[in-house]
């Protein structure tokens, strides 16, 4: 093969390779939670906390009211009971057992409300659990599809770092050295290839002397004179 057409092969193989780390950094990124999986795992998390705490404010409630009808039922036993007799003292038990009777009403409130807060909330914890399963099943295939191409471009990465080892080490070396000094100066692509007499790269139509030397001498680096790439005719 003539040192143009390896030239030609390399640029081939630097411009895939280029195209392939752009991608692999796309899926770095890519493969992190997006930010729907976050907020819907964010949201689901805040309403179950919030349904756990009225549960146990119910559950609070409910023992309090509990021991103050123990409290109430000792105090009206003591009442019926015949043993207090002073009623300086009945009236003072019979407005105590009304104070916690108050008391038992109140919380007995409190229970309710509680529990109605947590019966509402059910609803918009099942809805949330259900829209975290489909963002993350969704997110789940995404990832497979994603990890995939992740392994395969990495391989073909190694694959194309072979290649270009093997194609170098059969290049002359200065040539080589101007190839990349262009490939720096000219956005990675040193190398352009003429179709119908037009350069690749800056679409420009080669002049036939060009074109000409071109054909005679396949061996000769011969430069577009519009964009300054070398030129490989097929
Ligand atoms: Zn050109």
New binding site residues.
């Given amino acids: 093969m003539a040192d143009i057409a390896k030239l030609h092969e390399l640029q081939k193989i630097d411009t895939t390779s280029q195209k392939v780390r752009r991608r692999l950094s796309q899926l770095k990124a890519l493969l992190t939670e997006s930010d729907d999986l976050t907020a819907a795992r964010t949201r689901t998390a805040a309403l179950e906390q919030e349904h756990q705490q009225w549960y146990s404010q119910q559950k609070t409630a409910e023992l309090e009211a509990q021991s103050l009808n123990t409290r109430i039922k000792e105090s009206e036993n003591r009442l019926m009971s015949g043993q207090v007799r002073n009623p300086k003292e009945l009236e003072s038990l019979q407005s105590s057992i009304e104070a916690l009777q108050r008391q038992r009403d109140s919380v007995e409130n409190t229970s309710v409300e509680a529990l109605l807060k947590a019966e509402e909330l059910t609803e918009h914890v099942t809805t949330a659990r259900n829209q975290l399963q489909t963002v993350q099943k969704s997110w789940s295939t995404s990832q497979a599809e994603l990890t995939e191409e992740d392994a395969k471009l990495k391989r073909g990465y190694l694959h194309l770092k072979k290649q270009r080892e093997t194609l170098t080490a059969a290049v002359d070396k200065t040539l080589l050295q101007q190839y990349e000094h262009m490939r720096e100066r000219k956005g990675g692509t040193a190398v352009?290839t003429i179709e119908n007499e037009i350069?690749?790269?800056?679409?420009?139509k080669?002049p036939s002397g060009v074109l000409s030397t071109l054909r005679s001498q396949s061996d000769r680096m011969v430069?577009?004179?519009?964009?300054?790439?070398i030129?490989y005719a097929k």
């Fill in positions: 352009a350069c690749s790269s800056c679409n420009v080669v430069t577009c004179p519009s964009c300054g790439r030129l």
